[in-house]
């Protein structure tokens, strides 16, 4: 059974008591303070909750002269099975005016469990909140300053981790934008992050990024925008030995120049472009200083008032928990449909392919061409929600995915299929999509531009 009360001892308990406090209605405010209480609950199926590789896990024959002996599992074969999750969640905004509707506060936070039915010692909490001061001076600057902290279940990758794990995420952020005229404006920004692990083992990937951007931008009478800016960031690796600065560095600077543009082709559809060339500097192993490509593609066209569709294409490069992978560069291609049926019901469908170029530690790699891993990567997602009540929902979310490393033909397959009872209080239509809560849900089937 679904019960507030059963948040009050966890750690982040605190979230809700300060969301409540500040949901007061003894605030001076030029406009309404707007509200949002979020309850859901829900039922997981996971096929392969540690993503285990296909041919990873193998039986151990026995002796050939005893016939009557059954195979031995081999050890990582007791992580093979299918398990089903019970989560519990509580979500809640306010949206808050300070003066004017200008200048506002914004507050979200979210709550969770989540418990294994096989794999017990998965069970955990869910952390996240997030405080937002968007803030305007007279009509020609504003701007706004963020901070938040996430707290979830590390994403296994490939099997090679079995162990729990919980990563810690903070993050912060103030930019301002100075409007020169009405067709120009500049930006410029700060912003810092962080992330660390509970396990030893993935604490080498602790990391603390910086970050300063300036840009300019020009927009049309049309709508469209082009903006050209450069982003300098540093990250350091704060917990890594000698052993591992010599494998993987202890931190690298990047520079990054880019284009950003959209275009309104119509009221029905915008096409925008992300085009970047980030030049990555280590701290003490130079001779691995690069230059990456970072861009993104977007299209969006409203079909009808019910139908919505999005195209993405990207090359951009990331960095994934595995010691013998230096970075990862990736290619892609993603679709997305929105189905709007009815007021009550809508459907979303997305399908992506991704070829990934696994850049390996010289030291540890162990293919014949010693320098890098390829993979391909199909992800079909399906979702659906029907509101069946005024303010509840049953939702419907899931993903098929398969991933095949190109060197030895090996196979990843995982289907997550998730169930869910949602209730949604709001004092005003539309704060909760206004306040962004769904990006809490982490969606399995929805694209991460559209949450």
Known sequence: MFSIAHFSTQPGSWLVSGLLFALSPSIYAADTVELVLQLETSLTSDSNPFRFYEQTAKPVQPDQGDQTEQPVLGPDKQFRNRDSVTGTDVRAGAIIPILSDRTRLILTGSLGNRHYKNYKELNHHLTAADATLQWAAGKIVNGQITAGKEDRLFQYINGSLTDKDISHQKRAAANVNFKLTDEWSLNVSLDRAGLNYDLPLNQLYNFDERGRQLSGRYYSPTGSS??????????????????????????????????????????????????????????????????????????????????????????????????????????????????????????????????????????????ADGTSRKEKLIRVGLGGAYEFERGFRLVLDSFYEKVQRESDGVNLKQAVVKFGL??????????????????????????????
């Open 226 to 367: 082009v903006e050209i800016g450069t982003r300098l960031s540093e990250t350091n690796f704060p917990d890594r030995n000698e052993r591992d600065i010599a494998d993987l560095d202890k931190a690298y600077k990047e520079s990054e120049v880019f284009l950003d543009a959209e275009w309104r082709y119509s009221s029905k559809s915008v096409t925008s472009a992300h085009l970047g060339v980030i030049k990555r500097k280590y701290d003490v192993l130079t001779e691995r200083d690069t230059n990456l490509s970072n861009i993104l593609l977007r299209g969006t066209y409203h079909h009808s008032p019910k139908v919505r569709l999005d195209l993405q294409l990207w090359d951009r490069p990331f960095t994934i928990v595995d010691r013998t992978v230096v970075y990862v560069l990736s290619k892609a291609v993603r679709f997305d449909a929105q189905w709007k049926y009815s007021d009550k019901s809508q459907m979303n469908f997305s399908t992506l392919f991704q070829n990934s170029d696994n850049v390996l530690v010289p030291r540890l790699a162990t293919l």
């Open 422 to 451: 949602e209730y949604t209080y709001e004092n005003l239509p539309g704060s909760n999509s206004r306040m962004g809560l769904k990006r809490y849900q982490h969606s399995l089937s929805a694209s991460d531009s559209l949450r």
